[in-house]
């Protein structure tokens, strides 16, 4: 008989996702995307790992044990993370920090809600935790329901521990869309989807570690076409290289984006920034600009000491207030375009500015991963338009640089255009954008 392994308090496990495709899932619950691929997309936010798929339990435990897995999260369609951002400083525990602290600790072979109805005790299969040891060592001793597949039906529900509330607090179920902190979810759903196109990201919550230096022998960055957020654009063409003859070119969805972008690079002299976003919210009010914020704040409610603390973290990436006002002053000098796109809905307004020159940089976020794209397009969808962004930059400029990420939120980074098609096309890894095992070719893997 397999003996369980005694639990190290806060050893770290490796852990599996899964998605139960079981008879009693909900289904689209009159939305028009699946709701599969919504518990997909929003769990792609901050997990890029593989999710095993099965309309039975027991193959997706059987397979995460065969690969070596600790322990297992199975979801059923209709399940939402419900993440916010968070500043760094806050050192705010995530949905997934919860996951690893709760399976380092507990060795439980299930942990799951359940219920009183007409029928007695029964359980939520929402979301399941499974310690895969525990649930070996369950199936060899229970030789009565040992060749049965749907063991869980057999489980002692009163043996069942219950989720922790700093799990369940964090996410929504769409199928009962009706539960208290749903409400949370939807407004702030309702407020992108309604306000997003007067978005405006006065800090970009992107890592720069995927912008690698280049080789000092490496021509300049020619032209550089990006979204109108942050100053992931500035750190393009300072780890790559400009001069005088580099172009710019910002593309964006919200037309205010373009405008705040368009002013601070004409009266902002790179110091003290946090004063000059003081002076830009007094020039673009809340009411015209949907200022995307930090722990869903609106711009009224956010406390300037948390900017204070950005900027100065900010400075440091760059070695510090001077040398960033330096860089941000000497590209001031350089020639700008700004073009109202949504690349999602229609990019060629953009790819007809890409001109064909080597040093062509690409950055564009996560442009065909937001939440408005994601609540609207199924997945397919979204790769579809991703596939015809991709197609029409490699045409374009095969020699492009490219940053992002894809329609699954993996991330693109310091690739050729023509080199990213080509290992989307390779009919050897059928698992290239696919949405159970997302696919990325790149040097960092980000969270967006």
Not at 96 to 105: G, K, S, T, V
Not at 280 to 308: C, K, M, N, R, S
Request: aromatic fraction near 12%; include cysteine; charge should be negative.
């Amino acid at each position: 008989m397999m003996t369980t392994p005694t639990l190290n308090s806060g050893i770290q496990r490796r852990i599996a996702y899964g998605l139960w495709l079981h008879d009693q899932a909900p289904n689209n619950v009159s939305h028009p995307v699946p709701l599969r691929d919504l518990t997909l997309s929003w769990l792609r936010f901050g997990y890029q790992g593989e999710v095993i798929e099965s309309p039975k339990l027991e193959e997706i435990l059987q397979r995460a044990l065969s690969e070596g897995y600790d322990a297992c999260v199975i979801f059923s369609p209709g399940i939402i993370i419900n993440e916010v951002w968070k500043l760094p400083h806050w050192q705010s525990a995530d949905f997934y920090h919860h996951i690893r602290e709760y399976f380092a600790h507990n060795d439980a072979l299930l942990s799951a809600n359940t219920y009183q109805s007409d029928n007695g005790l029964e359980l939520d299969t929402a979301c399941l935790l499974i310690d895969l040891a525990r649930y070996a060592e369950h199936r060899l001793s229970d030789t009565q329901n040992a060749a049965k597949t749907d063991w869980l039906s057999h489980y002692d529900l009163t043996e069942v521990k219950p989720l922790p509330s700093a799990l369940t607090s964090k996410f929504v179920n769409l199928a009962r869309p009706t539960e208290s902190q749903a409400d949370t979810f939807f407004q702030s759903l309702d407020t992108q989807l309604q306000r997003g196109r007067q978005g405006v990201f006065l800090w970009n919550i992107e890592a720069y570690d995927d912008i690698a230096p280049v080789p000092d022998n490496q021509a300049p960055v020619s032209q550089l076409l990006c979204v109108a957020a942050g100053f992931k654009p500035l750190k393009l063409l300072a780890q790559r290289g400009f001069d005088s003859q580099t172009k710019v070119t910002f593309f964006d969805y919200s037309q205010r984006a373009l405008e705040i972008r368009q002013r601070l690079i004409r009266d902002w002299d790179g110091h003290d920034y946090p004063s000059f976003c003081r002076q830009i919210v007094a020039d673009f009010p809340a009411t015209e600009t949907f200022y995307q914020l930090w722990d869903g704040l609106g711009i009224e409610q956010i406390d300037w000491h948390d900017v204070d603390t950005l900027w100065q973290a900010e400075l440091h990436q760059w070695g510090g207030a001077e040398r960033f006002a330096e860089l941000w002053n000497a590209h001031r000098q350089l020639a700008f375009e700004f073009i109202h796109c949504d690349v999602v809905q229609d990019p060629t307004p953009v790819i007809q500015r890409i001109e064909a020159q080597t040093g062509a940089t690409l950055w564009w976020s996560n442009a065909f991963f937001t939440i408005g794209s994601n609540w609207r397009l199924s997945i397919q969808q979204r790769r579809a338009r991703f596939l015809h962004w991709i197609n029409a930059i490699a045409d374009q400029v095969p020699h492009a640089t490219l940053f992002g990420a894809d329609h699954n939120n993996a991330p693109i980074n310091n690739i050729a255009a023509a080199d990213y098609r080509q290992y989307l096309m390779q009919t050897d890894k059928p698992q290239l954008a696919d949405e159970l095992r997302p696919y990325a070719e790149s040097v960092y893997n980000l969270r967006f």
